[in-house]
């Protein structure tokens, strides 16, 4: 059933109910506490490594699965409407913890008392420069305790935590705002003009839809029926299930899905190629069109040559880069950075019609100009952006960021989040990050000469929080509320009660595990090691100051250049089958699944070819199999984990 199908305008009357947002709002509460604690206390899998996590994917299938069992016995249920105002709220959620928004923003509070020594110069260069109404208070080991845990008698000193996270939540809430206003102005030309795929949330939403038949009667989905779905569930499930039962039998033999140990030196000037296989990512590859699987593997051969070529040469464009990044290569990064601009440009120009018709809708209040069917008026929606976007100008003011590097970091910010939402929902590929963050993008281009130690202290720390990070989530998030009819201002309201629900859970129940048990214990990164490099950089930005370096402009001009003509021999060349996305992404952290891809891309090559679109589907079944039976173990495992290996369990899910 396509996408295409379901908009709007042909859905049933389904209204957005209080009942919807509660449950919601528990929704989210769960999984934000699951990512919370499997990071922290537990010691399990990474269950919000993508962007459609597989922790909120076992949550909503929980709920809807005693939905269906409710109403198959006559018993009150909910309606679809409802089912998606979880879905949507749910997505946000899954955003938060961990990995996700908040994790190197808690980590980075209490690093820089706690690691620092004389030798690394925290305590010169970093410390005297921390904006104290954004770090709790040191006096009495406060800091110290969260990272060791707290001394017998010694109560957790919340007092010490209010005061700063209360004013990094206004920073979360008004990039909240900034990504929720920029949805609504360009859901319409994602949606309904350029009718993008969504493929991951899409498959979600067609399962949902189908629980229903046309007379309103509960049903089993069609997809989760049949001897195909069961194989692809079993798969994915069993070999979970199989390595569970070493847990108890550690002579048991494991399963294991990194072929080569996970890296594969092809030769010795070659960066690695990652050989995890993940089911994960195979069966929603399955579902990204063939041309954008093909062009992420091609361009990442290409993107490897290249480096081989350039270190052989003996070619470097400056320092190298923080170990694990794309290859530790800036010449790649830069490029994929350049192409990820021009892409974000080039669709602007693309819509300049519709966003026209949003500023005359704004500006005038044309009643040709539709927007019932937004989250908010357009008019609401950018007032909303501008004073947002203002309020985070004066909160990175006040923190010490000089009025000129926040008028470069903001809308490169903005740009950024852009084309991460608009390659999430194009390519429907699970791990995608972004080839640099907004202030690494200040310093190559502005330099770093003029800067005082205060002033990269406080842009590093107002930039530690992504609160931009929302945008995939919200966009996908605007693609199923495109299934309810009716009203959907409510929408707006229901995700900022989710927000502040899970963000509620994660800072409590971080706080309290690691005063508990002591933060250094955890088995998540962002207080072990992302929040320690961050400070780390820090100090060597101080010590090493920069002039704007014109090899990494033209890098980027370079990239930019190629993503252009990538895109317009796209539109002009029929039968075209490199398409641009694969140039911008093919370096982030999706190269971590390129053994995943590539063979899926092998798989629907061979499908298309042997018996065309029909067979391929048939085949749907199979690989939602393969999604849901990997949802289904990773949640045993942590359970299991949970009841015999409290506080030390295993890794099921992750990057393989």
Not at 249 to 274: A, N, V
Not at 311 to 326: C, E, I, S, T
Not at 386 to 412: E, N
Not at 547 to 567: D, E, K, Q, R
Request: charged share 10%; glycine share 8%; proline share 6%.
């Amino acid at each position: 059933m396509s996408s295409a199908e379901h908009t709007s305008d042909s859905a049933p009357s389904r209204p957005i109910t209080a009942r919807g947002i509660l449950l919601g709002a528990v929704a989210c509460a769960l999984i934000s506490g699951w990512i919370s604690f499997a990071r922290t206390g537990a010691s399990t899998s990474d269950v919000n490594i993508t962007h459609l996590p597989v922790s909120f994917l076992a949550i909503f299938m929980l709920i809807a699965t005693t939905n269906f069992l409710l109403r198959q016995r006559g018993l009150p249920g909910l309606a679809p409407a409802e089912l998606f105002t979880i879905l949507i709220m749910g997505l946000v959620a899954g955003m938060i913890p961990a990995r996700g928004l908040t994790g190197t923003w808690l980590g980075l509070m209490a690093a820089p008392y706690y690691l620092a020594t004389p030798e690394n110069g925290w305590i010169d260069l970093v410390q005297p420069n921390l904006s104290p109404w954004l770090f709790p208070k040191n006096g009495h080991g406060e800091t110290k305790w969260l990272y060791e845990g707290l001394p017998t008698g010694v109560s957790l000193p919340w007092q010490a935590w209010v005061m700063p996270v209360f004013w990094w939540l206004t920073l979360i809430i008004a990039g909240f705002i900034v990504c929720v206003s920029t949805v609504v102005i360009l859901r319409k030309q994602w949606v309904e003009y350029e009718r993008l795929d969504y493929p991951l949330v899409t498959r979600i939403l067609d399962l949902v839809d189908d629980s229903e038949d046309q007379s309103g009667s509960p049903r089993w989905p069609r997809l989760l029926s049949g001897r195909l779905f069961w194989i692809g569930f079993s798969v994915s499930f069993g070999i979970i299930v199989w390595n569970i039962v070493g847990y108890f039998d550690t002579q048991w033999p494991t399963i294991r899905l990194s072929p080569l140990g996970g890296r594969f030196y092809p030769c010795r000037l070659c960066p690695w190629i990652i050989t995890h296989i993940n089911p994960y990512t195979i069966g929603f590859g399955f579902f990204v069109k063939q041309e954008i699987l093909f062009s992420i593997w091609f361009f990442h051969l290409l993107f490897i040559a290249q480096v081989v070529i350039l270190r052989r040469m003996g070619l470097q464009l400056g320092a190298k880069d923080v170990p694990g990044r794309n290859w530790g290569d800036p010449v790649v990064k830069w490029q994929s950075l350049g192409a990820l601009f021009a892409f974000v440009i080039w669709g602007l120009w693309t819509a300049r019609r519709h966003l026209g018709a949003v500023l005359r809708k704004t500006l005038t209040g044309d009643p040709s100009v539709e927007d019932r069917n937004e989250m908010m008026p357009y008019r609401t929606a950018v007032t909303s952006l501008v004073l947002s976007v203002i309020f985070i100008a004066m909160w990175m003011s006040q923190a010490g960021v000089p009025l000129a590097m926040i008028a470069f970091i903001l809308p490169t910010a903005i740009i950024l989040y852009i084309a991460l939402a608009r390659f999430v929902c194009e390519s429907g590929t699970l791990y995608l990050s972004l080839p640099a963050s907004p202030l690494e993008v200040g310093y190559q281009m502005v330099g770093t000469t003029t800067l005082s130690a205060q002033t990269v202290v406080a842009a590093s720390t107002a930039t530690t929080l992504p609160w931009m990070f929302f945008m995939p989530a919200l966009s996908q998030g605007a693609k199923a509320a495109d299934r309810i009819r009716g009203t959907k201002r409510t929408i707006f309201w229901a995700l900022l009660a989710g927000l502040l629900v899970a963000l509620l859970v994660n800072i409590l129940l971080v706080l309290k595990t690691g005063y508990a048990q002591g933060a250094f214990n955890f088995s998540e990164f962002p207080f072990t090691r992302y929040a320690p490099r961050r400070i780390g950089e820090m100090v060597t930005t101080i010590k090493n100051p920069q002039l704007p370096s014109l090899p990494h402009l033209f890098v980027f001009l370079l990239g930019a250049a190629v993503m252009i003509a990538l895109t317009v021999v796209r539109y002009h060349m029929t039968g075209w089958t490199l398409h641009p996305i694969g140039y911008a992404i093919s370096t982030t952290n999706i190269r971590l699944q390129f053994m995943s891809l590539f063979l899926v891309w092998i798989a629907k090559s061979l499908i298309t070819r042997i018996g065309g679109v029909q067979l391929y589907r048939r085949l749907y079944p199979l690989f939602i199999g393969l999604i849901l039976g990997r949802t289904a173990g990773t949640f045993l495992s942590f359970i299991i984990d949970l009841i015999w290996f409290p506080g030390s369990g295993h890794h099921v899910h992750g990057w393989a």
